[in-house]
């Protein structure tokens, strides 16, 4: 394959949706360009502003944190597995609203205050980033409203 041949490729890749530099080097890898060329591939896509890092940073939380319901916790794990400089997470991070996680919380409990036990709701948001004392708060208000 050439040079030209996986750039038009990783285009594609990219556009479709947002990529991190580390999602690229892998899908150069499946594609077999030899190594010497991944770095002038990768500085192009930048160049072309098909790869920005940060910009997939924002991304990938906002989706996590609006869709999934994920905790700053789980988004630094998530980013961290993105091979993200903890420069870059750390000011991602810094920029999540705490309401909207407290919230996200409360929805999270009330969704599934019915059909969980606590142990394992308390779980379920632990794995999802949340921590135990915010949890252990949001569901005992949830306890007192539901009477």
């Given at each position: 394959?050439?040079?030209?041949?996986?750039?038009?490729?990783?285009?594609?890749?990219?556009?479709?949706?947002?990529?991190?530099?580390?999602?690229?080097?892998?899908?150069?890898?499946?594609?077999?360009?030899?190594?010497?060329?991944?770095?002038?591939?990768?500085?192009?896509?930048?160049?072309?502003?098909?790869?920005?890092?940060?910009?997939?940073?924002?991304?990938?939380?906002?989706?996590?944190?609006?869709?999934?319901?994920?905790?700053?916790?789980?988004?630094?794990?998530?980013?961290?597995?993105?091979?993200?400089?903890?420069?870059?997470?750390?000011?991602?991070?810094?920029?999540?609203?705490?309401?909207?996680?407290?919230?996200?919380?409360?929805?999270?409990?009330?969704?599934?205050?019915?059909?969980?036990s606590k142990e394992k709701?308390?779980?379920?948001?632990?794995?999802?980033?949340?921590?135990?004392?915010?949890?252990?708060?949001?569901?005992?208000?949830?306890?007192?409203?539901?009477?």
């Amino acid at each position: 394959m050439t040079t030209s041949e996986a750039l038009q490729k990783l285009q594609r890749f990219c556009a479709y949706q947002e990529r991190s530099p580390f999602e690229v080097e892998r899908k150069l890898q499946q594609l077999g360009l030899p190594r010497d060329r991944h770095e002038e591939v990768v500085a192009q896509l930048m160049a072309d502003n098909f790869l920005d890092e940060y910009r997939f940073s924002e991304a990938f939380t906002r989706g996590k944190l609006n869709q999934k319901q994920w905790a700053p916790r789980r988004i630094r794990m998530g980013l961290q597995e993105h091979r993200i400089p903890r420069v870059t997470i750390d000011r991602i991070l810094g920029q999540i609203d705490q309401d909207l996680v407290a919230s996200n919380a409360r929805y999270l409990v009330e969704r599934w205050f019915e059909s969980k036990s606590k142990e394992k709701l308390t779980a379920a948001l632990q794995r999802r980033g949340y921590a135990f004392e915010l949890i252990a708060s949001t569901y005992d208000a949830v306890r007192n409203q539901r009477g």
